[in-house]
């Protein structure tokens, strides 16, 4: 079957960094996306990775491993606007555009 | 451009009957998605359009979901006989064929069946 696994809470403290771990077992692997979804809110885009590696876009970077069918999202300096639910979401193949998407985790942020 | 739009934001119906929701994605996007999402969950993908041609459809998608986007622009999804199972939200993104691995969300339409 097709899963992706990544804890459902961190809590973390201002200022601090923290990372948010997923894994996958899907039929295919073309590419690991990270969402941002705030309470009431759409998900925004932060992150893709194709390739083994890590990304990085300001104060979000993410990684991600082929082999071990795993990746993470590390988040630096948080702020309490960062506290958000943050979703894996793996797309199976060039040709297919569907996604699919972790339960999510929900980063509580305190002071 | 104001990025993806959706009507209506918030939809209360009884069981049984039928609803649509309406889609206006990014202009210069051809990619269109439809999602479902319950609370605690992910986006559930249901199905895709690339201009007007529906090219992927889950296997999950009861025959009381249908979707089209009639010329390649707006796209509604209709739930016939609508069941309480189908309380959730919906959701529709686009993206561009180049650089399509981002998909832009609309704020979604929340459904509640009675």
């Known amino acids: 079957g097709q899963s992706l696994e990544q804890p459902s809470e961190v809590t973390a403290v201002e200022g601090a960094i923290v990372q948010i771990n997923c894994t996958y077992q899907t039929s295919g692997f073309y590419g690991l996306s990270w969402y941002q979804q705030h309470d009431g809110g759409a998900p925004t885009f932060l992150s893709y990775?194709?390739l083994d590696g890590l990304e990085e876009t300001g104060r979000f970077s993410s990684f991600l491993s082929r082999s071990d069918s795993y990746g993470y999202l590390l988040l630096q300096e948080l702020q309490m606007k960062d506290s958000a639910s943050y979703f894996c979401?793996?797309?199976?193949?060039?040709?297919?555009?569907?996604?699919?998407w972790g339960a999510g985790t929900k980063l509580i942020i305190k002071p | 451009d104001t990025g993806v739009s959706q009507d209506p934001r918030h939809k209360i119906t009884k069981r049984g009957q039928n609803v649509t929701f309406r889609c206006d994605p990014i202009?210069?996007?051809?990619?269109l998605y439809w999602y479902r999402q319950t609370l605690g969950q992910g986006p559930e993908f249901l199905t895709y359009?690339?201009?007007?041609?529906?090219?992927?459809k889950s296997r999950l998608l009861s025959d009381r979901f249908s979707a089209e986007r009639p010329k390649g622009s707006f796209s509604t999804l209709e739930i016939q006989r609508t069941e309480q199972g189908d309380s959730a939200m919906y959701l529709c993104?686009?993206?561009?064929?180049?650089?399509?691995?981002?998909?832009?969300f609309g704020p979604g339409t929340r459904l509640t069946v009675t």
């Open positions: 359009f690339q201009n007007e041609a529906q090219l992927e």
């Open positions: 979401a793996v797309r199976e193949g060039r040709s297919n555009y569907q996604l699919i």
């Open positions: 202009s210069e996007h051809n990619r």
């Open positions: 993104a686009s993206s561009h064929s180049q650089g399509d691995y981002e998909q832009y």
């Open positions: 990775n194709a």
